[in-house]
C-alpha cells in the first residue's frame, strides 16, 4: 500500500509565529519548508526541526507569511505570482488586504504569542483554542478561504471572520493598546526603580501579570502602530479619559465611583468568552449560496459584525449548476438572530443539531 504524499506547505519568516507555525503543521504531517531574510535563522530553524528543509518549495499549494507587517505585501505578491493559496499572520489587515485583491489571498491573524522572542519561544501547541481572525473580502476565492480556515482549525484555533477594517479596529482595543499600556507601566516602574532599588523586587503576581506581554518583540509594533494608528488613537483617547475619570475620583476619595469602576470591570472580565462550545451546545446552520466569491465574504462578515462566532465551516460545491452549500457551525443560542439575519438577505437557511 502506498504511503499518500505529505501535503506541503510554505513559511516565510521563521520568528516566533512562523517558526510556531512550520513545527505545529510538521506535527501533523505537512512538508514545510521555511525560509527566512537571516540564513542563520533558517539553519537554526532547520536544526531545531521546526522546518523540514530551507529555502523556496514551487510546489507547495500554501504559503504562509509571517515576517513584520511592513514586508507582508511585497512577500505575498511574490508567493501569488507563484501560484497557491497565500495568507499571512499580521497583526494589521486594512492595508494589507487593500493591497492584495488576488483571489488566492486570505488575510488572517492568529491572536497567539508569546512574551519569548524569535526561534527559541517556538511552540506547536500555540494556536490551541487560540482565536485565528480571517478577514475575507468579495475577490477572496470560497476554496482559498475554506484552505486557509481548515490549516487553521486543524491546529486548534478557533476561526473567526471579520472585515479587515473592522478587525483593525477592534484589535486596537484588545491586542495593540493593551500592549502599549502594559509596555507604558513596565517602563514606569522600571524608571522609579533606579531610585528605589527593591521596587521591581516587590512587584507581585498582578504586576506580572498584567506587565507580561511587555517582553514580547519589540520589533514588530512601529508597523502596527504605523498602520493601524487612526484605530489605535481613539482607543488611546478613550483609555485616557478613563484614567482621568478615575484619577478623579482618587483624589477626591470618592469610594463609590471607585467601587463602580471595578465591580463593572470585574463583571466584564468573568463574562469573557472562553472557546467554542460542546457538541451538544453548537448548531450547524446551512446556507445555499450561489458559487461565486463575494457570497463567502457576505455571509461571514454580516454574521461576525453582529457577534455570531463562526466555529467552523464547510463549503459544499454542487456537481451541477452554479451553485453551492455554505455549512456553518454556530451555538445554538445564535441561531434565531442568524437565521434572521441571513434571511433578511434572501438566503434560505435549514439548521440541524449536532451530536453531543
Not at 319 to 325: F, N, S, Y
Request: proline share 7%; charged share 20%; with cysteine.
Amino acid at each position: 500500500m502506498t504511503t499518500p504524499a505529505p501535503r506541503r506547505a510554505q513559511v516565510v519568516g521563521l520568528g516566533l509565529i512562523g517558526g510556531s507555525l512550520g513545527a505545529a503543521l510538521r506535527a501533523r504531517g505537512w512538508h514545510v519548508t521555511g525560509s527566512d531574510l537571516d540564513p542563520a535563522r533558517e539553519q537554526r530553524a532547520r536544526s531545531a526541526g521546526v522546518v523540514d528543509e530551507v529555502g523556496e518549495d514551487p510546489a507547495a499549494p500554501v504559503t504562509l507569511v509571517a515576517t513584520p507587517a511592513g514586508e507582508v505585501v511585497g512577500v505575498a505578491r511574490a508567493a501569488l505570482a507563484r501560484g497557491g493559496v497565500v495568507t499571512d499572520v499580521a497583526g494589521i489587515k486594512g492595508p494589507i488586504v487593500a493591497a492584495l485583491p488576488e483571489a488566492g489571498f486570505v488575510g488572517g491573524h492568529p491572536m497567539a504569542g508569546s512574551e519569548q522572542q524569535g526561534l527559541d519561544g517556538t511552540d506547536p501547541d500555540m494556536f490551541e483554542g487560540a482565536t485565528w481572525v480571517l478577514t475575507p473580502t468579495a475577490t477572496t476565492s470560497p476554496d482559498a478561504y475554506a484552505t486557509v480556515q481548515s490549516i487553521a482549525s486543524s491546529l486548534g484555533a478557533l476561526v473567526v471572520a471579520v472585515p479587515p477594517d473592522r478587525h483593525d479596529e477592534l484589535v486596537a482595543l484588545v491586542s495593540h493598546v493593551p500592549h502599549l499600556t502594559a509596555a507604558t507601566l513596565m517602563n514606569l516602574a522600571a524608571d522609579s526603580a533606579l531610585e528605589h532599588g527593591t521596587l521591581l523586587r516587590l512587584a507581585a503576581g498582578g504586576f506580572r501579570d498584567m506587565t507580561r506581554i511587555a517582553a514580547g518583540d519589540p520589533g514588530i509594533w512601529p508597523d502596527i502602530c504605523a498602520d493601524n494608528r487612526s484605530a489605535i488613537v481613539e482607543v488611546l483617547d478613550a483609555l485616557i479619559a478613563q484614567l482621568g475619570g478615575l484619577r478623579a475620583a482618587v483624589e477626591g476619595a470618592d469610594r463609590k465611583l471607585v467601587l463602580d469602576h471595578l465591580e463593572r470591570a470585574s463583571e466584564a472580565r468573568r463574562n469573557l468568552p472562553v472557546g467554542a462550545p460542546a457538541p451538544s451546545e453548537s448548531v450547524e446552520v446551512r446556507v445555499p449560496v450561489p458559487d461565486r466569491p463575494a457570497v463567502l465574504a457576505e455571509v461571514t462578515t454580516l454574521l461576525a459584525e453582529v457577534g455570531v462566532n463562526i466555529y467552523d465551516i464547510e463549503i459544499a460545491h454542487s456537481a451541477e449548476g452554479e451553485r453551492g452549500v455554505l455549512v456553518l457551525v454556530v451555538s445554538a443560542a445564535a441561531v434565531p438572530l442568524a437565521r434572521e439575519l441571513l434571511a433578511g438577505r434572501g438566503y434560505r437557511v435549514s439548521v440541524r443539531r449536532l451530536e453531543g
